[in-house]
């Protein structure tokens, strides 16, 4: 059973531990008076999809390639930064994540000035995958327990199939072999738990699904960003819509099972 402060711990970790300085980049950037030529050809051969613009040594304005015309210096075809999304350093991932559902790139502010940036592919850095990564770790985790103090005795088997139930049973045998002792709820896979919880409708109340439908989808839906995240595969264009989802509904995903709610 958890303790009662492990959801303060938990907050922290999850909602506050990761920001936007972890993951965002320098802002590249040229004085306004740098000719198009140049700005063009060194966005071109350092793939800068982005790139701010100086005046007086900061950064007051911001262009992509497409914004350059055929000649002149760049500074005439910036946009002004104050017109961009722009978030803070210490804000949290789940604010990041938000943002970029409304536009594809966006600057940070390091000490009052627009120095860096962050584009939807830098969401498949390595913090942002340890932080969704451990969040479904979290909720697998809370269903467990959930289960546990819930279900009386093996009452929760006849919310899986037998093929399902025999699968948990082969691993439990395969444990016991290496001289472990788990409980066959502990040998359950990710979606067996989820199914559980959402076929039990005191369970289901619990972690707020108004249907099994509904449960269903965001278990099949968590499961596959998973499965993406271990076998390294590109999260943003694969799993965009619920990571999105986990962002907007963090604090209740923290919660869930905790006691909290």
């Not at 030529?37 to 992509?64: P, T």
Request: one cysteine or more; aromatic letters at 6%.
């Amino acid at each position: 059973m958890m303790k009662r402060n492990t959801y303060y711990d938990i907050d922290k970790i999850f909602m506050h531990g990761l920001t936007v300085r972890d993951i965002a980049e320098p802002l590249p950037s040229f004085d306004s008076e740098s000719s198009v030529e140049l700005v063009r050809s060194v966005m071109k051969n350092d793939h800068i999809q982005v790139a701010g613009v100086r005046e007086n040594g900061y950064v007051a304005g911001y262009l992509e390639m497409s914004d350059l015309g055929k000649t002149g210096q760049c500074g005439q075809f910036c946009h002004p930064v104050k017109e961009a999304k722009i978030l803070t350093e210490s804000a949290p991932l789940s604010d990041l994540v938000l943002a970029l559902n409304e536009v594809p790139y966006l600057f940070v502010n390091f000490l009052g000035e627009s120095g860096g940036i962050v584009t939807r592919a830098d969401l498949d850095d390595p913090p942002v995958r340890m932080w969704l990564f451990g969040l479904i770790t979290l909720i697998e985790m809370r269903f467990l327990t959930l289960i546990k103090l819930n279900l009386e005795g093996d009452s929760w088997q006849k919310y899986l199939s037998n093929s399902r139930l025999d699968k948990a049973v082969t691993l439990q045998a395969e444990r016991r072999r290496r001289n472990q002792d788990p409980h066959l709820l502990d040998c359950l896979q990710f979606s067996d738990k989820g199914q559980i919880v959402i076929r039990d409708d005191n369970l289901r109340t619990k972690i707020g699904f108004a249907s099994r439908r509904r449960g269903s989808t965001a278990i099949k839906s968590l499961e596959k960003l998973r499965n993406n995240l271990a076998h390294a595969q590109d999260i943003v264009s694969l799993d965009w819509e619920t990571i999105v989802t986990i962002s907007a509904n963090l604090e209740a995903v923290v919660r869930i099972g905790s006691g909290e709610e």
